[in-house]
């Protein structure tokens, strides 16, 4: 069952396959197919619709030979090597530009949901794919790959392949079967999106915990401390810094007493949260021992 149909110029195979036609090129092919009565209705009067309808039908002709020429070719090797290359190439850069536009517009999701093989897609990631090229493209690739395969497997079922008489086109008969293996593609496409967006939004609030010393490990620091609060900072700052040269660590310290927290002072000092945590660690037990020591000389 064709999903898309030939009625539209866009799917309509031209002489080399994929490149569209000026006027003058379809009107000079029309002249070369047809007979003597046929050329007056060329060559008359040019709103006459007949003559339009004319040229239509001789390129659909034309079409439906090229497309008979390009499948025997493509038999006749087995759908390998260069011939099937080629055709990959061809069709598949013209399914690209279709799938992304569908993509981008939703529409695939109606051409696949119309042959029930609907997907449930997340607002997240339809919103994507309408406004991310990057991630239009990505997927479209997928899709139009997974599609190529699909029409080549479907070339060794009898009730399935591609006949010139069938009624599609080649061009058409590639999209169809891109249509068919979207939803697995999509399905993959949207896990793997998704679980990216739970991943930077845990990293994100787990950043936000340490900064605001929800963690555990750090103690949120008023903004304004007491002055019993400043004294004591003050005093283990002065005690701890008396045995240290190491500015590094003396900024540390300084900025503890400051009042920010372990993930600040790593931002300043282009440190992880871990490393300030076990340089303080090491400061207040410095303090401790100096206390210790200054009690045991009294």
Not at 147 to 156: A, D, I, K, P, Y
Not at 168 to 186: D, G, K, M, Q, R
Request: net charge negative; hydrophobic share 35%.
């Amino acid at each position: 069952m064709a999903i898309v149909t030939d009625d539209s110029n866009d799917d309509r195979a031209p002489h080399d396959e994929f490149a569209p036609r000026s006027d003058s090129d379809r009107l000079l092919t029309a002249h070369e197919k047809a007979g003597k009565a046929d050329m007056e209705k060329l060559t008359g009067d040019d709103e006459d619709p007949s003559a339009e309808q004319l040229v239509e039908a001789l390129e659909d002709q034309e079409r439906k030979r090229t497309d008979k020429l390009v499948y025997e070719k493509l038999e006749g090797a087995g759908f390998n090597g260069t011939q099937w290359e080629r055709f990959c190439f061809k069709h598949g850069r013209h399914a690209l530009g279709k799938t992304e536009g569908w993509l981008q517009s939703g529409d695939i999701f109606t051409l696949t949901s119309s042959i029930g093989h609907g997907v449930g897609v997340d607002p997240r990631a339809r919103e994507t794919l309408r406004r991310d090229e990057l991630h239009r493209q990505a997927l479209a690739n997928d899709v139009v790959f997974a599609g190529l395969r699909l029409w080549r497997r479907r070339q060794s079922v009898p009730k399935q392949a591609w006949r010139p008489d069938g009624g599609a086109s080649l061009v058409t008969s590639v999209l169809n079967s891109c249509i068919y293996a979207f939803s697995n593609e999509f399905r993959k496409w949207q896990k793997v999106f998704l679980e990216s967006i739970d991943e930077r939004s845990t990293e994100h609030e787990k950043l936000s915990k340490i900064e605001y010393g929800l963690d555990g490990r750090n103690k949120p620091v008023p903004m304004f401390p007491s002055p019993e609060m400043k004294l004591i900072t003050d005093d283990e700052l002065d005690r701890a810094l008396q045995r240290i040269d190491d500015p590094l660590i003396v900024k540390i310290a300084q900025l503890e007493a400051q009042g920010l927290t372990q993930a600040q002072i790593g931002r300043e000092v282009q440190k992880t949260s871990r490393q300030i945590e076990y340089v303080l660690k090491k400061l207040h037990q410095q303090n401790i021992r100096s206390q210790m020591e200054g009690n045991n000389d009294d």
